[in-house]
């Protein structure tokens, strides 16, 4: 008897595919075509509307459906990634904080250098009776 998305070619396989048997599907339009209609356009039990209804809900499940768990995973590496991206940003704002002290103390050891420059000369010039320009 044809009652069933099964009777007429069409099933799922372990993967989720959708499997269809032409001959089958044939054969069952020539014997029952009324069969295979009210098959393919109503909702039972063994219906093709079931069997599509099943599938989407075992793929969309909150626990454990192949969609949740996609999201789940994908959401997991973009904390992951978000996570790292923090810690460089910390890490980079650390050695520009680095970076600015060692310019400040650069600064200052030039301006001392600078201050001693100018009072080496002020000094070899008073010795020397001369002025340097």
């Known amino acids: 008897t044809i009652n069933s998305a099964e009777s007429i070619g069409l099933s ?3 993967n989720g595919n959708l499997q269809f048997n032409s001959l089958v599907f044939q054969q069952a339009v020539a014997t029952d075509f009324n ?4 098959i393919l356009t109503n909702s039972s039990a063994n219906g093709i509307m079931d069997l ?9 499940s909150v626990n454990g459906g192949a969609i949740t768990t996609a999201q789940n995973i994908i959401q997991n590496q973009i904390n ?20 600015v002290v060692q310019f400040s103390q650069l600064n200052t050891i030039m301006n001392q250098m600078q201050a001693q420059s100018q009072y080496l000369t002020t000094m ?6 001369t002025k340097s320009g």
Not at 124 to 129: A, E, M, N, R, Y
């Open 12 to 14: 799922f396989d372990q």
């Open 35 to 38: 069969a295979v209609k009210n």
């Open 52 to 60: 599509i209804n099943n599938a989407v809900n075992q793929a969309t």
């Open 80 to 99: 992951s990634l978000q996570s790292q991206i923090n810690t460089l940003k910390q890490n980079l704002q650390n050695y520009q904080n680095n970076l």
């Open 124 to 129: 070899f010039d008073s010795l020397t009776g």
